[in-house]
Structures are given as C-alpha cells and as structure tokens.
C-alpha cells in the first residue's frame, strides 16, 4: 500500500507562487508515474502536470510556461512549482502515483485558492 501525503497549499494573490510537495509512503522507485491533478468545485479533476522515473513530462495547456513538476527519488517526493498564478488555478490539488503494474494511489489532496 502506498499512501501519498501532499503539502503546500494555501492562499496567495494572482501572480504569486507557491510550491507544492507529494511525499509518498513508498520508495518512489516503485513508482513509474506520478502526477498532480486538480479539481474546482463543480468541474472534473483534470491533469495538471506528470512525470515519469526517466524523466519525461507532461503538461496540461493551462500550466506550460507557468507550472513545473519535478521529483527527488531519494526524498520520495514530487513537487509542483507554480508562478504566476491565477485565479481559475484555485482547485483542490491531488497527487497521483501510478507503479509499474498499473495499480494507482491518491493523496487527499491541498487546497490552492488564488485570490484576484
């Protein structure tokens, strides 16, 4: 069982930043993929960013140029860096993990709220 802590939210102003961290239960070499996913109130959690063990990573539209994921193995943590935030990025932010068999794992999430 892997279970995924996520940290860093908070309230900020449009245009500031905040970093978030998913610290998993498990060594992270267990686990290939690990993403962060959002979700507003009254919409559908979306993908906001992923990475892979190689290295490789995936970004919604709405986070390219803004948004940085990023993964310390030895930590067992993944991060999100986010800039010049924007009101519409206010959502509760989840952690994903996906391990080498498929099986996937959730953290409760943090809230993100970016005031105008």
């Known amino acids: 069982q892997v279970q995924l802590v996520e940290s860093g939210g908070g309230l900020v102003q449009a245009g500031g930043s905040l970093r978030l961290s998913c610290a998993a239960s498990?060594?992270?070499?267990?686990?290939?993929?690990m993403g962060w996913y959002r979700q507003a109130p009254g919409k559908q959690r979306e993908l906001v960013a992923a990475i892979i063990r190689s290295g490789r990573t995936n970004y919604a539209d709405s986070a390219k140029g803004r948004f940085t994921i990023s993964r310390d193995n030895a930590k067992n943590t993944v991060y999100l860096q986010m800039n010049s935030l924007k009101p519409e990025d206010t959502a509760r932010y989840y952690c994903?993990?996906?391990?080498?068999?498929?099986?996937?794992?959730w953290g409760k999430g943090t809230m993100v709220t970016v005031s105008s």
């Open positions: 498990t060594r992270t070499f267990s686990i290939n993929a």
């Open positions: 994903r993990g996906e391990t080498w068999s498929g099986t996937e794992y």
